[in-house]
């Protein structure tokens, strides 16, 4: 069974250029969830997602960032301008959050590094 | 703001030898889950406690979550060179929302 998956893998951008990356959550789940990582500040979530819907984007940093969710098989972060605090390692993650509220196991992706010169 | 601080950061030891690595916080947390990340690669979740005093094994892996469900630790028996990892704590807290600790950077040496 495919996983989580994100493109592209790496992304060297310049500052001030728009970034996107993408990502195609496990069939069948209905929660998309949007991590940083750094070595600074660990794994942050960003914004999640419910039934193609934003439930919590308190995570996200600032205006320049924003993601959507188009339908239940592929979601977008993206970021504009980019700056070099930016880079990081963006993670997806997708799982079944159940009629009990009890969220099922986070399954990640394998990330996207972005590196923002 | 809940946080999970992590101890230690990192932990450098000899293959076949024992160790615990820990997470802690002043606050409550409704569950606790362990995952390992590998390089190049996301976290995988070990394990998921819930029970205040809960006990879980996974193999040479003992999970313990704190009896007022404030920290939690790893115990790995006979360390071998594929437990080297990042081995990350979350916590389900107020809210549903998950945190994160940083982590604790372990590598194995043959």
């Known amino acids: 069974d495919a996983g989580v998956i994100q493109s592209p893998r790496h992304e060297v951008t310049e500052m001030g250029q728009e970034v996107t990356l993408r990502c195609k959550p496990i069939?069948?789940?209905?929660?998309l969830f949007w991590y940083r990582q750094t070595m600074m500040r660990g794994l942050e979530l960003l914004i999640y997602?419910?039934?193609?819907?934003?439930?919590?984007d308190s995570g996200m940093p600032e205006d320049r960032f924003s993601a959507k969710m188009p339908n239940a098989s592929f979601s977008t972060l993206k970021i504009q301008p980019s700056e070099p605090r930016d880079s990081a390692v963006y993670f997806c993650?997708?799982?079944?959050?159940?009629?009990?509220?009890?969220?099922?196991?986070?399954?990640f992706g394998p990330g996207t590094r972005l590196t923002v010169l | 703001t809940q946080l999970l601080e992590q101890s230690p950061q990192f932990l450098s030891i000899q293959e076949g030898e024992n160790l615990t690595v820990y997470c802690n916080s002043s606050?409550?947390?409704?569950?606790l889950q362990w995952y390992r990340q590998e390089p190049g690669e996301g976290p995988v979740l070990l394990v998921t406690?819930?029970?205040?005093?809960e006990v879980k094994k996974l193999k040479r892996l003992t999970f313990q979550f704190g009896d007022a469900r404030k920290d939690s630790s790893l115990h790995i028996t006979a360390a071998q060179t594929g437990d080297t990892g990042l081995y990350l704590c979350?916590?389900?807290?107020?809210?549903?929302?998950?945190?994160f600790g940083k982590g604790t950077r372990l590598h194995i040496l043959p």
């Open positions: 993650a997708s799982s079944f959050l159940g009629t009990s509220g009890n969220t099922d196991t986070q399954y």
């Open positions: 069939s069948g789940h209905n929660s």
């Open positions: 997602f419910n039934n193609n819907v934003p439930i919590d």
């Open positions: 606050s409550v947390f409704s569950s």
């Open positions: 406690v819930v029970t205040g005093g």
């Open positions: 979350a916590g389900e807290g107020r809210d549903d929302k998950i945190i």
